[in-house]
């Protein structure tokens, strides 16, 4: 029977690291991939370029790439093949046949990452679902692949049918169980940033290993889990940055992007991804020092518009200048983003210039406001010393005079518009 925790990577012999074959037309993106699979442990021996632009239904590449493969996979120790794009079902089934070895294609990589680096009951439900979402028009093929790896071959081809019939059933129940837990997950969240409203929210967003994690920690001195890794955390962090202002500011690391992310993921991920929704700010952070920072950027942006979020007050922050040399290659960095913010995550002083912008950004929002509380009004003098910088107050014979310096749109929640003088 088929289990859905097996991975989707064949197993390495003994003490044998994993040697795979990468395929893919663009070697920027064969060079992520390569780290892709070394985030799994795998080891990337060799390369296939795809030059035709040709896509061939049944098998995505055509015969001669097929047979250049092939001859890789019979003179090397290789035990997968990595396709760096999406294969169909089909493909995935005929270039297993052809080749006589496991295959996987780059979506199915992210996957088995995140399903490894879950660490919460949240995303463990999420990653389960966005994996079975995957694995379920793929069942054939899977089901033969991980028989191969336990070693008990594919058996009886009318047994096998029986079963893989067995195993889509209790899939799509399994599916229908994750979706129930997620909907209580989104439930949970709502009531969590219910908690949250009377704060203001800074959301970290970016492509994966920007550095968005070691940013978080650097900003609030907190010890989130920061590795120089692709997708080493996958829940949104919340930690509190000042704790003094008025209101309150805290900053959230949100999952990161990647190019080709499986839309399953992003469905999965939706209650996380919620918090971009609800933020007041976004911090978009680029790796600066990634040869395709350009298409980082642009591929992160892409995904904030499909999420509805775009049009949010949002700064960019180049991030890891500190690994890039003073002069030319700096001032190229002015042209990807005119305006952005430079700076080191590992560095106090940049950290502190960001706050300050951050801080600053907010107090533009902020106003000066003279009103007149009447005596009765106790909860909402406790909502003004809770979400405004109190300047001056006064007690007079109708009631207190304050004056606030206060987010307008904190102002007008609260409804101080009446007691305005």
Known sequence: MLETTDSLL?????????????????QDSLDELDLLLTTLGAQPIARVALVSKKIHPAT???QGKMDQIKQILDSSEAQAVIFDFELSPNQLR??????????LDRPGVIIEIFSRHARTKESKTQVALARLQYLLPRLTHFWNHFERQRGGGTGSRGMGEKQIEVDRRLVKNRMTVLRRRLACVERERKVQRAGRKEVLKVALVGYTN??????????????VRAENKLFATLDASVRMLDPTSHPPIVAIDTVGFISQLPHSLVASFKSTLEELKEADLLVHLVDASHP???????????????????????????????QIQEGISRNRLKLLSPGSLFLSALSSEDVLRLR?????????RFEVLEVLIPYGESKLEAQ??????????????????????????WAKKLGLEKYLL
Do not use: W
Request: charged share 30%.
């Open 356 to 364: 300050e912008v951050i801080f600053d950004h907010f107090k533009k």
């Open 384 to 409: 003004l010393h809770a979400h405004g910088a109190i300047e001056v107050n006064r007690y007079l014979e109708k009631g207190t005079f304050y004056r606030v310096r206060m987010d307008k749109n």
């Open 210 to 223: 920007a550095g968005k994690s070691t940013l978080l920690n650097a900003l609030t001195q907190s010890d």
């Open 292 to 322: 395709k920072a350009k298409e980082q950027l642009e591929l992160t942006e892409k995904v904030l518009k499909e999420l509805e979020v775009y049009d949010k007050p949002r700064m960019t922050v180049l991030n890891k200048v500190d």
């Open 10 to 26: 064949p197993s390495a012999h003994g003490t044998i690291e994993l040697q795979v074959i990468c395929v893919g037309a663009d």
């Open 60 to 62: 995505y590449i055509g």
């Open 94 to 103: 005929n270039l297993e046949k052809y080749l006589d070895k496991p295959i």
